[in-house]
């Protein structure tokens, strides 16, 4: 009996440390703020600090209780491993036609870090490497950001970023013998290279004073220079600053014909402002465009005198006008191509017409125009799923890629004169996704609001209740969450799980109106419609709450943390990545101000404070609450959502958590945002994230 009841005992210790492991004790202040007469706490306050050496064991220790419990989780091991073998198919971009005649296209043999750039004298001809982002770094740390030619496709400038981090570099290589020239750039950020003549326009900030808050820091007073070839950056023309207006971007672009320059300013507001000048005219000034920054006008293509532009004023869904340089302002521009009830994704000018792609119901849908409006078909694309048009407005056909979730990212041609489409390059993959079943549901959100949502998984699943359950949202910014092939959810849908891909508000899937009804005092409809999505899971047998995972990175880490804060009851599991945790801090750090048209800030006013204050995840956490087994995840170099905003989520969630679940976090190191991030770095988060949710929806 005795030696029964140790047994037990023991295995009840196994059990708890399994489930809640001995966390490091995190230091607090007495750090208060006040913001229109109300106290706010902020104890963890040191931990915004990144160049401090507290904050740095903090780090160490939290790792070190992290890493050995996800070491320990049984399925890791297997997760990666079967990771590796789904990842390791080929994958090919589409090719683009250059000036010099030669294609380029990337390419990623499988389980290399970075994809390479190629070269080829004719289409389907032999390729050979451009340029291999994997030789600039040993770990596969440094990224290629973009790749801009010279409009005489003599030059070739590439963008590069170190560790995930948002600064950027360029770099030119002389194209014709792929040589690395002198030329480099540093302290960039948000930029292209934007060629005219000799030389391109950048943007950057000034370099940071080097007191080790260079990840962290705000930053200001965005600048646009122009750099001459075969010259030191010192030499760089300040082209253009706005000091009036620290914080707001701005970039230049030059179109093909280098006759026309447009400037664009955005950060004020949900929109953009625009500017054009003529450069045939000696001594031209920038004229502009538009009337405020409430909407968005983006330069599609030129000809002559003639400007298209894709915009949403008057417009929610999107439509294309024409506007003369003579006389650009928006009272003057001619609808080409109107509103429609479907949302205007994107247009392609290619061989005398135009490619306008469609969001219905947030699959793409694409027609044909000629120049003139008129439409002449619909394109037929392979299924339901996301399509991107690529070719040149001289040529007389075009490439797409096409992908669904049980379709990987296949390679389209597409002639313009038959409307016949043909396989370019398909991915020979080593895995069946046959077994597979995607549906699209429509579920009510709590005002009543229509939410769409994708449901992926095996054919044979029974619906009863038991399945687990990974719901992932975002629900910001405008950005529409599209179907998409990844493998690394099939380790999930093998194993039995069901993958739900919500379409919140706050995103774009159905135009303006619909990414505004989830900005600054409407932001809880998207909390609503994803905590309305799990409930519709339960309500039609796809699971229960202690089947539920959710997970979302960015704003999507703001979701799961306003979500699992405000229904811990209602999920098993919470993976916030990257999120923004602290929302009445965030517009301090880096480019944090540029978010403020879809949250508001803590100093716009006490309403906007009551409001933020009301939902932040930071600040809705309660002592001796249950909350889901949670694994934060963030990384040292992220200047995008700055590691603060999980530091200080974590330490307030080990506080509050009633020591049920366990609730740790992931610090990566040399990795960002989640932009760039060598493959490898990609799998071995992906194994961790997955074994975790094994776990703990008992898998």
Same mark, same amino acid.
């Given at each position: 009996?005795?030696?029964?009841?140790?047994?037990?005992?023991?295995?009840?210790?196994?059990?708890?440390?399994?489930?809640?492991?001995?966390?490091?004790?995190?230091?607090?202040?007495?750090?208060?703020?006040?913001?229109?007469?109300?106290?706010?706490?902020?104890?963890?306050?040191?931990?915004?600090?990144?160049?401090?050496?507290?904050?740095?064991?903090?780090?160490?220790?939290?790792?070190?209780?992290?890493?050995?419990?996800?070491?320990?989780?049984?399925?890791?091991?297997?997760?990666?491993?079967?990771?590796?073998?789904?990842?390791?198919?080929?994958?090919? %971009?589409?090719?683009?036609?250059?000036?010099?005649?030669?294609?380029? /296209?990337?390419?990623?043999?499988?389980?290399?870090?970075?994809?390479?750039?190629?070269?080829?004298?004719?289409?389907?001809?032999?390729?050979?490497?451009?340029?291999?982002?994997?030789?600039?770094?040993?770990?596969?740390?440094?990224?290629?950001?973009?790749?801009?030619?010279?409009?005489?496709?003599?030059?070739?400038?590439?963008?590069?970023?170190?560790?995930?981090?948002?600064?950027?570099?360029?770099?030119?290589?002389?194209?014709?013998?792929?040589?690395?020239?002198?030329?480099?750039?540093?302290?960039?950020?948000?930029?292209?290279?934007?060629?005219?003549?000799?030389? /391109?326009?950048?943007?950057?900030?000034?370099?940071?004073?080097?007191?080790?808050?260079?990840?962290?820091?705000?930053?200001?007073?965005?600048?646009?220079?122009?750099?001459?070839?075969?010259?030191?950056?010192?030499?760089?023309?300040?082209?253009?600053?706005?000091?009036?207006?620290?914080?707001?971007?701005?970039?230049?672009?030059?179109?093909?014909?280098?006759?026309?320059?447009?400037?664009?300013?955005?950060?004020?507001?949900?929109?953009?402002?625009?500017?054009?000048?003529?450069?045939?005219?000696?001594?031209?000034?920038?004229?502009?465009?538009?009337?405020?920054?409430?909407?968005?006008?983006?330069?599609?293509?030129?000809?002559?005198?003639?400007?298209?532009?894709?915009?949403?004023?008057?417009?929610?869904?999107?439509?294309?006008?024409?506007?003369?340089?003579?006389?650009?302002?928006?009272? @003057?521009?001619?609808?080409?191509?109107?509103?429609?009830?479907?949302?205007?994704?994107?247009?392609? =000018?290619?061989?005398?017409?135009?490619?306008?792609?469609?969001?219905?119901?947030?699959?793409?849908?694409?027609?044909?125009?000629?120049?003139? %409006?008129?439409?002449?078909?619909? !394109?037929?694309?392979?299924?339901?799923?996301?399509?991107?048009?690529?070719?040149?407005?001289? *040529?007389?056909?075009?490439?797409?890629?096409?992908?669904?979730?049980?379709?990987?990212?296949?390679?389209?041609?597409?002639?313009?004169?038959?409307?016949?489409?043909?396989?370019?390059?398909?991915?020979?993959?080593?895995?069946?996704?046959?077994?597979?079943?995607?549906?699209?549901?429509?579920?009510?959100?709590?005002?009543?609001?229509?939410?769409?949502?994708?449901?992926?998984?095996?054919?044979?699943?029974?619906?009863?209740?038991?399945?687990?359950?990974?719901?992932?949202?975002?629900?910001?910014?405008?950005?529409?969450?599209?179907?998409?092939?990844?493998? @690394?959810?099939?380790?999930?849908?093998?194993?039995?799980?069901?993958?739900?891909?919500?379409?919140?508000?706050?995103?774009?899937?159905?135009?303006?109106?619909?990414?505004?009804?989830?900005?600054?005092?409407?932001?809880? @409809?998207?909390?609503?419609?994803?905590?309305?999505?799990?409930?519709?899971?339960?309500?039609?047998?796809?699971?229960?709450? *202690?089947? !539920?995972? !959710?997970?979302?990175?960015?704003?999507?880490?703001?979701?799961?943390?306003?979500?699992?804060?405000?229904?811990?009851?209602?999920?098993?599991?919470?993976?916030?990545?990257?999120?923004?945790?602290?929302?009445?801090?965030?517009?301090?750090?880096? !480019?944090?101000?540029?978010?403020?048209?879809?949250?508001?800030?803590?100093?716009?006013?006490?309403?906007? =404070?009551?409001?933020?204050?009301?939902?932040?995840?930071?600040?809705?956490?309660?002592?001796?609450?249950?909350?889901?087994?949670?694994?934060?995840?963030?990384?040292?170099?992220?200047?995008?959502?700055?590691?603060?905003?999980?530091?200080?989520?974590?330490?307030?969630?080990?506080?509050?958590?009633?020591?049920?679940?366990?609730?740790?976090?992931?610090?990566?190191?040399?990795?960002?945002? %989640?932009?760039?991030?060598?493959?490898?770095?990609?799998?071995?988060?992906?194994?961790?994230?997955?074994?975790?949710?094994?776990?703990?929806?008992?898998?």
């Amino acid at each position: 009996m005795k030696r029964n009841i140790l047994i037990i005992l023991a295995m009840t210790a196994i059990a708890i440390e399994a489930c809640a492991p001995k966390l490091p004790q995190t230091r607090k202040d007495d750090t208060v703020d006040n913001y229109f007469g109300t106290e706010v706490a902020d104890p963890y306050r040191w931990l915004e600090d990144d160049a401090s050496a507290e904050t740095a064991a903090w780090v160490k220790a939290q790792n070190k209780v992290t890493a050995a419990y996800l070491k320990k989780l049984p399925a890791r091991e297997k997760i990666l491993a079967r990771l590796k073998e789904v990842a390791n198919y080929e994958k090919v %971009g589409a090719p683009s036609h250059k000036k010099n005649g030669k294609w380029y /296209f990337y390419k990623n043999d499988g389980l290399q870090n970075q994809s390479v750039l190629y070269e080829m004298d004719e289409l389907g001809g032999e390729p050979s490497v451009f340029l291999d982002p994997n030789t600039l770094s040993d770990d596969g740390t440094v990224a290629l950001k973009g790749t801009y030619f010279s409009h005489d496709c003599k030059y070739m400038a590439y963008v590069i970023s170190r560790s995930g981090s948002d600064w950027e570099e360029i770099f030119v290589m002389d194209v014709e013998n792929g040589s690395l020239l002198e030329d480099h750039i540093e302290w960039a950020k948000f930029t292209g290279a934007s060629w005219r003549g000799n030389g /391109f326009y950048y943007s950057a900030y000034d370099a940071p004073q080097g007191d080790g808050h260079e990840f962290s820091g705000k930053n200001e007073v965005h600048k646009i220079y122009y750099h001459k070839i075969g010259t030191p950056q010192s030499e760089d023309e300040l082209y253009f600053s706005n000091p009036a207006e620290p914080l707001r971007f701005y970039q230049l672009e030059i179109n093909e014909e280098e006759t026309l320059a447009f400037l664009y300013e955005d950060g004020a507001d949900v929109g953009n402002n625009l500017y054009v000048k003529d450069l045939r005219v000696e001594g031209a000034e920038f004229v502009q465009m538009t009337a405020d920054m409430k909407n968005s006008c983006l330069p599609v293509e030129s000809d002559g005198d003639k400007i298209y532009l894709f915009t949403n004023l008057g417009a929610p869904m999107n439509k294309i006008v024409v506007a003369d340089v003579h006389n650009p302002s928006c009272n @003057n521009w001619k609808d080409l191509i109107p509103e429609s009830d479907c949302v205007l994704e994107g247009v392609t =000018f290619v061989g005398g017409k135009i490619i306008a792609s469609y969001l219905k119901d947030a699959s793409t849908h694409a027609w044909l125009y000629d120049t003139d %409006g008129t439409r002449i078909r619909e !394109i037929e694309l392979p299924g339901v799923g996301s399509a991107g048009f690529s070719g040149k407005k001289d *040529e007389p056909f075009c490439f797409y890629s096409y992908s669904s979730f049980t379709t990987p990212g296949t390679i389209y041609s597409y002639n313009l004169e038959t409307g016949e489409s043909s396989v370019y390059c398909q991915p020979k993959t080593n895995f069946d996704l046959s077994e597979f079943n995607v549906e699209q549901v429509f579920f009510e959100s709590k005002d009543g609001t229509r939410i769409p949502m994708f449901v992926t998984h095996k054919k044979n699943v029974k619906l009863d209740g038991s399945n687990p359950v990974l719901l992932y949202g975002y629900g910001g910014f405008d950005i529409s969450l599209t179907p998409g092939f990844s493998a @690394n959810r099939i380790p999930f849908l093998e194993a039995g799980g069901i993958y739900a891909q919500v379409n919140l508000r706050g995103g774009g899937e159905y135009g303006e109106a619909w990414h505004l009804a989830g900005t600054k005092m409407n932001k809880q @409809n998207v909390f609503d419609d994803f905590i309305s999505a799990a409930e519709w899971m339960i309500a039609h047998k796809c699971t229960s709450p *202690e089947k !539920i995972a !959710i997970l979302g990175g960015s704003n999507g880490g703001l979701l799961v943390g306003a979500c699992m804060t405000q229904r811990p009851d209602l999920y098993a599991v919470a993976i916030p990545q990257v999120g923004v945790m602290d929302m009445l801090r965030y517009h301090k750090f880096t !480019i944090g101000w540029n978010w403020a048209p879809d949250y508001g800030t803590s100093e716009d006013s006490e309403e906007m =404070f009551k409001y933020l204050y009301g939902y932040s995840p930071l600040h809705n956490l309660k002592p001796g609450t249950k909350y889901p087994a949670t694994l934060v995840t963030t990384a040292d170099h992220d200047d995008r959502v700055v590691p603060a905003h999980s530091f200080k989520f974590a330490a307030t969630l080990q506080e509050c958590n009633d020591g049920t679940n366990p609730c740790l976090i992931r610090i990566d190191s040399k990795a960002g945002h %989640g932009g760039g991030k060598p493959l490898a770095k990609v799998l071995e988060e992906q194994a961790d994230i997955y074994a975790f949710i094994f776990k703990h929806l008992g898998m």
